[in-house]
């Protein structure tokens, strides 16, 4: 009985509180509001989908191109190289490279690859807001909401459009605390190709790190770390197969072995690229965990600073990045309408 008391008490002042704060013809307006929201969130969680499919999609090609890199490593150019190499420190991991970038793919490729991946869910969500506004403001443009004390942007498609833009910007502070991590400001003004570039460079140093390539090498701008990691990505493979062995083999078919493990390194670099490292995943999920819940103050501090530090290095994958893009937009998307309709009026 008394659970059911409390309960109910509970209940009655949420309750309360929402029909007593908030005027009856902006209550109104946020039902017809909520329905569109729920919509516009359940598409642009869809629209990951296909971003990742763009990166899969890069990989299977490559992987058909896997035979046709193996021949030039055992061709005549190729035991020239790998000889000549023997003498002059350098030489075969150069012809190695550029029929890696001849057969396979460039690092200016695969950083535009993540990059488009992004920019296509970027762009699906500002359009899905653009059609957002454009329902909210058919719906309530005649209603009494869109009079001079409650929201006359209402009236205006691209006044709206304006308001909804720097409300996002306002909000920014309410959402990063109540999601518990870093929003950034480009994450509500969605500038093009800057969320993008950073991805992209986060993710390459994270490339870099797991194939054994050391983080002082990697200069700055977009794309850099993925640069850095073509190379990498090269002298895996040929550690991996042990080129020289293979190459000093008879008897059976030392193309299609180099060609499996090219494969097999390919397929490790898209699960790094998609998935992140393994462990890293559980690593930030505890950390968080830890900033909230950890009874100290100090340990919850220091939680929130690793949980900062694994978002940032690009561990945890395109996956996450583009998941975070989803749910963040969605969260400032719901703030920023709520305290519009609900809280303000426009100035």
């Known amino acids: ?159 709206l459009r304006n308001v909804y833009d720097d409300m996002l910007i306002q909000v920014l502070p309410i959402v990063s605390r109540d999601m518990g991590i870093t929003v950034s400001r480009e994450m509500a003004s969605f500038v093009d190709g800057e969320i993008a570039s950073v991805i992209v460079i986060e993710i390459g140093a994270s490339l870099a790190s797991s194939f054994g390539i050391s983080g002082g090498i990697l200069g700055v701008g977009a794309g850099t770390g993925i640069a850095t990691f073509g190379v990498g990505l090269v002298a895996a493979i040929i550690v991996d197969m042990g080129l020289d062995w293979v190459m000093s083999q008879r008897g059976y078919d030392p193309e299609s072995q180099i060609a499996k493990q090219v494969i097999a390194t390919l397929d490790t670099c898209e699960s790094y690229i998609l998935s992140g490292k393994p462990g890293a995943y559980q690593r930030y999920e505890n950390a968080k965990w830890n900033a909230r819940w950890d009874f100290r103050s100090e340990r919850r501090e220091l939680a929130k600073e690793k949980a900062r530090a694994i978002e940032k290095s690009g561990d945890l994958g395109l996956r996450h990045h583009l998941r975070r893009l989803h749910e963040v937009r969605a969260r400032l998307r719901e703030e920023a309408l709520k305290t519009l309709i609900l809280k303000r009026a426009d100035q």
């Open 1 to 159: 009985m008394t659970c059911g008391v409390i309960t109910g008490l509970l209940l009655t002042a949420i309750v309360s509180q929402y029909f007593l704060k908030y005027d009856p013809e902006r209550r109104k307006a946020w039902s017809t509001v909520e329905p569109h929201l729920v919509e516009t969130a359940k598409a642009t969680e869809d629209a990951q989908d296909p971003s990742v499919k763009i990166v899969r999609a890069f990989f299977d090609r490559q992987r058909g191109n896997a035979r046709a890199f193996a021949g030039d490593m055992l061709s005549w150019g190729g035991k020239w190289a790998y000889a000549k190499g023997l003498i002059y420190n350098g030489s075969h991991e150069q012809f190695v490279q550029e029929c890696f970038r001849k057969h396979l793919f460039s690092s200016e490729e695969l950083s535009s690859t993540i990059q488009t991946s992004v920019d296509r869910l970027v762009n699906e969500i500002q359009s899905q807001e653009n059609q957002l506004l454009v329902k909210i403001q058919a719906d309530l443009s005649g209603s009494d909401l869109a009079k001079p004390q409650y929201l006359p942007a209402l009236a205006d498609p691209e006044r």
